[in-house]
């Protein structure tokens, strides 16, 4: 059989693939033999494309479902794409307007062609590229979070949670989006560190000539906005204006002074305007005193008619603009910088305003409090456990989501207005006009006196009932998929959004099916570079992952990913952890070629049996000791362990065991449990490596159109009798086998120069039952028992035993013996300078303790290495 010298990633990802899509390796189905294991993909955005959260997050799971396929479940992975309400709708805008089209100019119904042109030619990249990376999804059962079913369904639950008095449309505060023009969640809000600038406004007291209060903000444009003035009422230095008015500068406008414990007496000036219209604490505060609201800001963050200042100007002119005409009337006193946060969009990038606005909202109280119990019982485990008591403290104090979404693109809300103003909710129109009649009590409406509401649903409100839509469970309550596959076993995602659609998952799921939506919740950590910065585009610092695919392989790049990402905590990606995972690919390859390089005698005696003993015994712990840290979710521990398990144990030690001397045979016993072992390496490894291990285990053996390792059974620990004194006396002998390599390094003693070894100890029968080891992996000629040191030798001590070997022969004896005594000479004299320094009294008595303690460690170093010197020399 000829086999190619190098491994080639891209001579056969691509065909693997393949074949194990032909072969249908990764279509599920409702099967009553099996139990099921399904997994629900975080449905990534269209507009995406592959980045290395993607990649790591991706990973993940698919060492998760490949590993659950071996064990015999039908493993069920469904992938998916999220509309993603605000990115679409801002890259199908930009679009047009490269073709000189604005959206202002087109109806609904001509944008939505637009986007759904835009979606069907770029909206499925993200999931042709997880291919490459070898994600093992049922791709037939590839899901749209706009598809007619999924709409369906998330329409069906508006109108249910509705009727149930669970949605309401109100006036509230939220993060507004002014170059978007629409409400984002708070997941949609990015804060980024900058340095902003303070305003101290001076206020007049109303009828105190001359005496004013000063004010500081932030945003001086939103004073037209203020309706008071707060202070706290225990401040000493604003009793006196209790009660009183005051006057907004420029625009003249008389507000009242009010108290209120809530003002921080030692921040700014201590006294707050208080502008409920433009700040969610302001908001609160106006409320509680019964405050008038003034929005100033239309909604694409320019002033408006309200505001009577600056009117149609766009918010951060006007802000220049005040500055300077409240310097030039004398009402500045002064502006200065101090380190802030500044809330973003994620999509557009734009500042966010805090804003009032006419919203449909989802209670989350009751709902809340459900899919808390969850979790505390564990009913629902998160890994790692600390991030319980972040999502204690979140949903204990959870706010009413906003779900309305000033956009085209997206699930319409289903609720239809009256002439009157008055609405209903409906699943569609023709339901509504029935409900229309009935609410008006007016059989002459017809659809043409009814308008649906403008905006869409937030594009959470779709994903948040993803794992029981994807089934289906909306459309058939009851169907095969959902009571086979829901509830599901294990989420992996990003901690950002644990609440934002986790926690909504939950409570969809409790509501829905009366049953959590899965069991396991995983939590990967953020992908950073190597000085910590989270990666991205825009710094530069992010490599594209299909290009790091195409130099290092879909498995190097999957290991390397996993080589440090503990559950929950950032991974620090350096391209080294890459170069690693490639080279453990050629490790492997290279011990496939080596076994497969041996002539088979079939009549030499089994002569490897103390090595195949003790592999067993290392395979079935660390079978064992896997199987825990799946169990755990200690994905880069569960790598890490089987990592160790073929490089270290199998590569490095137990095949240099049994490999025959160059051009012989080897016994056919060796071989069999050699290619066995390699095989159950093969199956451990391929959840993590599925590329490499395919390939590999093809070319062991000529195999059956479904023997695939993507299918073969997962190993089970089987335990080995005595395995512990097994394992035990194997890491004895290797122990003798390092100390007689480190002496060979000492002594510049090639590998290739065979030794003798004396050994005195009380472990005779050890040594000699693994004499056949010992002479192979050390090289040693000879193996004899003394009851003292030979002379000219060097020894060392293993355990109980101390080990001499001749040195006559191999080195010049008196070129060592100069050799020792130059540095027993270096080392005496090191000595004797520490010693000096500390006789000397003036240096003890000023010297810190630390210092004193690193001096007389020195000294006992120096001494220990001293002893250590004269013995060896001594000993020739």
Known sequence: MSIAKTYTPADVEAKWYQRWQEQGFFKAKPNPRKPAYSVVIPPPNVTGVLHMGHMLNNTIQDVLVRRAR?????????????????????KVVALLKEKGIEKRDLTREQFLEHAWEWKEKYGGIILEQLKKLGASCD????????????????????????????????????????????????????????????????????????????????????????????????????????????????????????????VAMDFGTGGLKVTPAHDLNDYELGVKHNLPVIDILNDDGTLSEKAVLYVGQDRFAARKQIA????????????????????????????????LSLQWFCKMD???????????????????????????????????????????????????????????????????????????????????????DEDVLDTWFSSWLWPISVFDGFKDPDNPDINYFYPTDDLVTAPEILFFWVARMIMAGLEYRREVPFRNVYLTGIVRDTQGRKMSKQLGNSPDPLDLIAEYGADGVRTGMLFSSPAGNDL??????????????????????????????????????????????????TLTELDEHFAKFRMSDALMTVYKLVWDDFCSVYLEMVKPAYQ???????LKYTTGYLETLLKLLHPFMPFITEEIWHELAERGP?????????PKAQPVAGATDILDRMGKVLDIVAGVRNVRNQKNIGPSKALTLAAKTDEPELLTAYESVIRKLANVSELSFVEAGPAAAVSFVQGGSEFFIPLEGHIDLDAERARLQKEIEYAQGFRDSVLKKLSNEKFVQNAKPDVIERERQKQADAEAKIAALEQSLAAL
Not at 73 to 87: L, M, N, Q, R
Not at 235 to 240: A, N, Q
Not at 420 to 433: I, K, R
Not at 664 to 670: F, L
């Open 70 to 90: 071996m064990q015999g479940k039908e493993a069920c992975w469904v992938p998916g794409t999220d509309h993603a309400s605000i990115a679409t709708e801002a």
């Open 139 to 262: 791709w037939d059962r590839t899901r749209f979070t706009m598809e007619p079913e999924m709409t369906e369904a998330v329409l069906r639950v508006f109108v249910d949670l509705y009727r149930k008095g669970q949605i309401y449309r109100g006036v509230r505060m939220v993060n507004w989006d002014p170059q978007g023009r629409t409400a984002i969640s708070d997941e949609e809000v990015v804060a980024k560190e900058t340095t902003a600038k303070m305003y101290y406004l001076r206020y007049e007291v109303v009828g105190q000539d001359g005496q004013f209060i000063t004010v500081a903000t932030s945003r001086p444009e939103t004073i037209m906005a203020d309706v008071a003035v707060a202070v706290n009422p225990n401040d000493e230095r604003y009793k006196h204006l209790h009660g009183q008015k005051v006057r907004i500068p420029l625009l003249g406008r008389e507000i009242p002074v009010i108290t209120d414990e809530y």
């Open 324 to 355: 300077k005409d409240l310097q030039q009337a004398g009402l500045l006193d002064k502006i200065e910088d101090y380190a802030s946060v500044l809330q973003t969009s994620e999509r557009t990038g734009a500042v966010i305003e805090p804003r």
């Open 366 to 452: 009751e709902m809340a409090k459900k899919a808390l119990e969850v979790v505390e019982t564990d009913e629902i485990k998160l890994h790692p456990p600390k991030f319980k008591n972040m999502y204690r403290v979140w949903m204990e104090n959870i706010r009413d989501w906003c779900i309305s979404r000033q956009l085209w693109w997206g699930q319409r809300i289903p609720a239809w207005y009256l002439p009157d103003g008055s609405f209903v909710v409906a699943l569609n129109e023709g339901e509504a006009l029935k409900l229309a009649k009935e609410k008006a009590g007016n059989e002459q409406l017809t659809r043409a006196d009814l308008r649906q």
């Open 572 to 621: 620090l990606f350096d391209i080294k952890l890459v170069e690693q995972g490639r080279n453990f690919s050629n490790k492997l390859w290279n011990a496939f070629r080596l076994t497969q390089g041996w002539e088979v005698n079939s009549e030499l005696p089994f002569a490897s049996e103390k090595a195949v003993e003790w592999f067993g015994a290392k395979l079935q712990t």
């Open 664 to 670: 012989q045979p080897i016994d056919a016993e060796t």
């Open 706 to 714: 479904k023997d695939y390792v993507c299918v073969a059974p997962w």
